[in-house]
């Protein structure tokens, strides 16, 4: 496709149930990034996929929080029984040269989650 | 630790010039990149510094000190649709990019 895309755009769900997150990240890029961010606030890395190589799982905030890439092109990210605090948007980002200076990072539109 | 730090908000006004300064303290650097973030889409990519110096880009150039872990971004002929969140990020020493919070600024006509 031309960018990244994500799915769905906006989920709502109750407190304790598990969610997944699409991600479909720019056709021949070999990174991918989770990133969360909260309302007015900075972006918070979560994840980071290269290639075949095990996956960053550093920014990860908790053990409910898991993601995998299959044939190192689509993303799901799950959490698992949500609570308030995961409320925020889920940004995902793909790119070309990982491990280069030059590496720029094309984002898709998001997934706004919000947790009653 | 690692730290990026921006001005929350700043206020313009139409036509005016406006910079938007970013430090920053990283494990090592391998380029800074600015991003602008309107309200409820996705960061887009705006310019990308590695030397010391100015880099142009039509309405908007970015500045770099790398002795003093100083970025700046300057916008010039300010248009409302410049209205939007400016987020610095840096490259540390293992290709990671490191995000300041964003620099939210307000365009008044």
């Known amino acids: 496709g031309a960018g990244v895309s994500q799915s769905p755009s906006n989920k709502v769900t109750e407190k304790g149930k598990d969610v997944e997150l699409r991600c479909d990240p720019i056709s021949g890029h070999t990174a991918l990034y989770w990133y969360r961010q909260s309302l007015g606030q900075g972006l918070e890395f979560l994840i980071y996929f290269q290639g075949n190589s095990a996956p960053d799982k550093s920014g990860l905030p908790s053990d409910r929080f898991s993601a995998e890439r299959t044939g190192g092109s689509v993303s799901t990210l799950t959490i698992q029984r949500t609570q308030q605090e995961d409320s925020a948007v889920y940004l995902c980002?793909?790119?070309?040269?990982?491990?280069?200076?030059?590496?720029?990072?094309?984002f898709g539109p998001g997934t706004r989650l919000t947790v009653l | 630790g690692q730290n990026i730090d921006q001005p929350t908000e700043m206020t313009a006004t139409e036509g005016a010039i406006v910079q938007i300064n970013c430090t920053y303290q990283?494990?090592?650097?391998?380029?800074l990149f600015w991003y602008q973030q309107h309200a409820g889409e996705a960061p887009t990519f705006l310019s990308y510094?590695?030397l010391d110096g100015l880099e142009e880009k039509g309405r908007f150039s970015s500045f770099l000190s790398r002795s003093k872990g100083y970025s700046y971004l300057l916008l010039k002929e300010l248009q409302m649709k410049d209205s939007a969140s400016y987020l610095c990020a840096v490259m540390d020493s293992n290709y990671q990019l490191i995000w300041g919070a964003g620099t939210k600024l307000i365009i008044k006509p």
């Open positions: 510094n590695v």
């Open positions: 990283t494990s090592g650097f391998n380029g």
């Open positions: 980002a793909s790119s070309l040269q990982p491990q280069s200076g030059t590496d720029t990072q094309y």
